[in-house]
């Protein structure tokens, strides 16, 4: 079934609704077409996760939606609806006031979000600008906040210096940030890359609990299929700038569509059971994202690549009520099977 847009997607308008987007990076070799006609909803206190090897643009789309790209970015085309209004379209000033506010986000490097010459107290307080109340109310909540995140004897530690932490504990703080503002989306881009496995799971439940007290929708971007699958109500599949297939997380994972989804289950090291923390390798490589494509960005990798993979780039076809994915054989009815 083709997709089709009078098929009701969720019944509420989701929270944040990315239609249509396409970035390019200018560099001197050329324009890096980073995200390629991108469409995605995170609806309303659901948690989405984006996955896809290296490259594939994950963090680009986090930062696009947050409005952090560097100097070089350049949207070209769609649009970013976040509570109905076009992120793209906002003044700066609005944009500004969002951030740190409604819009929140966690980095892979906690070092990122934290200033090393001030205390956590004082970085801790001054998150809460939006807010009313007395610094010691805002002290107040913050030490709340960092007992809920797990630091132990936060009221002496919230007098303490970033490199006072360790890197688990640093993570820590910095969740306690950005949900101490209330978002209503939090982005989180691969934060739990650099811990080890148990922190790494301890993070996880930590985030889960805390975004169903607070009620706000997630945007988690992660390497790590496993913690995607613990956390994520809904999930998108990137390949080389591209959503290729998205949907329920059950459904992706226990019935991958895609060819590509499928390869990167199949390679996933929770599932292969082998004691590695390596990234999945799938053979071949992620095309140059330079110049224009005609066909599908997978057909090199594919094994059912044919020639119209080459000739023509797949639309988006309705496998459920609730998944889509961008493959010709799926049009055909032909699930792929192989
Ligand atoms: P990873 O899993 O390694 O974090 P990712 O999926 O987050 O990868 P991105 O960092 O979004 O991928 O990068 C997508 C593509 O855009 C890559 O080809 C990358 O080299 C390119 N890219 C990212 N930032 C820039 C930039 N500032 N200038 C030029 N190209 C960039
Ligand atoms: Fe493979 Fe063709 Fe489907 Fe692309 S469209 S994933 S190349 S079968
Ligand atoms: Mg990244």
């Not at 929270?15 to 396409?22: F, M, N, S, V, Y």
């Not at 929708?217 to 699958?229: K, Y």
């Not at 499928?262 to 071949?284: F, H, S």
Request: aromatic share 4%; charged share 25%; proline share 6%.
């Amino acid at each position: 079934m083709r997709r089709d847009d009078s098929v009701p997607h969720m019944s509420t308008r989701p929270l944040l609704e990315i239609r249509g987007l396409d970035l390019d990076f200018g560099t001197p070799r050329g324009r890096v077409h980073a995200l390629r006609n991108v469409s995605l909803d995170v609806p309303a206190g659901q948690v989405v996760g984006i996955v896809g090897e290296s490259g594939s643009g994950k963090s680009t789309l986090a930062y696009t939606v947050m409005g952090l790209l560097p100097e070089n970015a350049d949207v070209t085309a769609g649009s970013i609806l976040f509570e109905g209004r076009d992120l793209r379209k906002m003044p700066a000033p609005a944009r500004r006031s969002l951030l740190g506010n409604r819009l929140s986000m966690i980095f892979q490097d906690p070092m990122t979000a934290l200033n090393p010459v001030r205390t956590i107290e004082s970085q801790m307080v001054d998150i809460q600008h939006h807010e009313q109340g007395a610094w010691g109310q805002k002290r107040d909540r913050a030490i709340d906040m960092l007992h809920r995140v797990g630091i132990p004897d936060p009221q002496s530690r919230i007098g303490a210096y970033p490199h006072h932490f360790s890197g688990g504990m640093r993570q820590r703080v910095c969740i306690a940030m950005a949900l101490l503002v209330k978002p209503t989306l939090l982005v989180a881009d691969e934060p739990t890359t650099a811990l080890d496995a148990t922190l790494e799971v301890q993070i996880i439940r930590l985030l889960k609990d805390l975004q169903k007290e607070i009620g706000c929708s997630i945007l988690f971007v992660s390497h790590h299929l496993g913690a995607v699958a613990e956390l994520c109500d809904r999930v998108a599949v990137m390949y080389a700038g591209e959503v290729v297939e998205q949907g329920a997380v059950r459904d992706i994972f226990h019935n991958p569509a895609h060819p590509y989804t499928r390869a990167l289950l199949e390679c996933d090291p929770g599932r292969i059971r082998k004691k590695t923390r390596t990234l999945p390798t799938i053979p071949g490589e992620v095309p140059s994202l330079l110049g224009s494509k005609v066909g599908c960005i997978f057909r090199t990798r594919c094994r059912h690549a044919s020639n119209r993979c080459v000739q023509v780039n797949p639309v988006e076809y309705r496998i459920r009520v609730d998944q889509v994915a961008r493959c010709h054989l799926l049009g055909d009815e032909r699930l792929v099977s192989a």
